[in-house]
């Protein structure tokens, strides 16, 4: 609860750019690999591509949503802003790529099950996890206090985060008890690189685009810092 | 947490006398329950088997919409007058205002409950199954693990802006493994249960309860007093 004395400070940029480049190559490299030397699935013919960026995507939301949880459980050990501002881009990146896994595994859905939208564990807990960060980012939209949204989305976060294994099992009951449809999920060994290649890429553009809204992150909160402070009639952050 | 639970106890009797004193309160929540009830019964009705089938859901859903309404009423009491800053002046720990509210929060949906099932039971035509004390350990379960998580989020969001869609959009996801629990409970005992799958659903009542009862007592410090 204590006011703010010193001027929160702007991360050095450093290598980061390359990192990014780094990264967007290797997206570019593991798809090409992905699309150029994996053969047509016996089943769904080329649509199996889709799984290079979808299953990537999903895992990559869990490790999004990990960084919510240690970032958040830091902030409120150590009251230190950086941790907040890491744990909401962390949530913002997280939900993006939740939002992409829900998209992506939609359109994969529809030409090899016949449906948009069916109610298997995973797709309904996949949901429910994008909701619970929806109200996350939500709360911190709607509280404009800093202590107060750091606290309280720290809280929210780790909250939301236990639950997930909840909310899996509980699907996962509702589903198995009715017993209707397990999905199907063995990968042919010929796919397996590519996978695993793809879901590195998208690893480093997941850091990358946590470490990019960090930064934006900070700067906003400086600019807010340096209004404060000019509306305080103190003298600017320099 | 040694001492602390007099206090808890006498915040939990100052919400409830306020809501005793100025009745229009519960009043009206109850009778939204019972509306939620009747317009689930046009949705789903009136064929009487449709309507039986239909019956856990339309039930936990009502106490689900109603109760959302009690929780961010709880705190709001606070806000006039700045009550919340002289309620955080009160020499006791911190966790015992939580607790207190929860209490009262209980004692309120418990009270919901008792009018808004029997209706429900009535106008969806349920028959009353031979195990029904287990049928009120699932609603006790399932009730306090929506009060546990609707009293803490509660606390953020009327103090928040736009407390109406956020307490929902915030509360409602988390509360999925609950809702979905206790409806397949619900529904297990009501029929014959033939797969035996009352017993599993009640132990995830009881698991998430504990769970999330201990967590929400161990953020609680963090929560109020930004």
């Known amino acids: 609860m204590t006011a703010p004395t010193a001027a929160p400070s702007i991360p050095a940029t450093g290598r980061w750019p390359w990192f990014g480049a780094f990264a967007l190559l290797s997206l570019i490299g593991a798809q090409a690999l992905g699309l150029l030397t ?37 902030y409120l050990m150590t009251r230190e802003e950086r941790h907040d501002l890491l744990a909401a881009s962390a949530a913002e990146v997280g939900a993006v790529l939740n939002g992409l896994t829900l998209a992506l595994g939609m359109i994969w859905g529809r030409p090899t099950w016949g449906v948009w939208w069916t109610w298997d564990a995973r797709l309904t807990s996949t949901l429910v996890l994008f909701l619970i960060f929806v ?55 010929v796919y397996v690189l590519s996978l695993r290649a793809n879901a590195f890429a998208v690893l480093f553009v997941t850091i990358y685009f946590i470490r990019r809204r960090y930064e934006a992150a900070c700067i906003a909160r400086v600019a807010e810092w340096r209004r404060e402070a000019f509306a305080l009639g103190g003298t600017s952050g320099q | 947490m040694t001492s602390g639970w007099p206090q808890a106890l006498a915040i939990a009797a100052k919400d409830l006398r306020i809501e005793r004193r100025s009745k229009a309160g519960f009043n009206s929540v109850v009778a939204l329950g019972i509306t939620i009830l009747v317009l689930f019964g046009f949705a789903l009705g009136p064929d009487a088997a449709a309507l039986r089938d239909a019956a856990p859901g339309a039930l936990w859903l009502a106490i689900l919409f109603a109760a959302v309404l009690a929780f961010n009423r709880s705190y709001q009491v606070e806000l006039d007058a700045g009550a919340l800053d002289a309620l955080l002046l009160y020499p006791a720990p911190r966790w015992t205002i939580y ?67 956020l307490l929902p959009l915030l509360l409602f996801p988390m509360l999925i493994p609950v ?34 009862l201990v967590a929400t007592f161990l953020a609680f410090d963090h929560v109020i007093e930004g």
């Open chain 1, 135 to 189: 109200g996350y980012l939500a709360l911190r939209g709607f509280v404009d206090e800093r202590d107060r949204r750091a606290q309280w989305s720290a809280a929210v976060g780790i909250l939301g985060a236990i639950n997930v294994p909840i909310v899996y099992m509980s699907v996962k009951w509702w589903r198995t008890l009715h017993q209707l449809q397990s999905s199907p999920s063995t990968v042919d060994p």
């Open chain 2, 179 to 212: 809702i979905l629990a206790s409806m397949e409970a619900s529904k297990a005992l009501l029929t014959a249960d033939l797969m035996r799958a009352a017993g599993a659903w009640i132990r995830l009542l009881v698991g998430f309860d504990l769970v999330f």
């Open chain 1, 38 to 74: 994996s053969p047509a699935d016996r089943d769904m013919g080329h649509l199996q591509k889709i799984m290079y960026v979808h299953v990537p995507a999903a895992w990559m939301t869990f490790v999004a949503f990990f960084v919510v949880l240690v970032a958040s459980l830091r």
């Open chain 2, 99 to 165: 607790a207190g509210k929860l209490l009262a929060n209980l004692a309120f949906v418990g009270l919901l409950i008792a009018i808004v099932v029997p209706v429900g039971i009535v106008l969806f035509q349920v028959t009353i199954p031979p195990r029904w004390p287990l049928l009120l350990l699932v609603v006790a379960l399932g009730a306090f693990g929506i009060v546990t998580l609707g009293t803490f989020y509660a606390a953020m969001a009327s103090r928040s802006r736009a407390r109406e869609v």
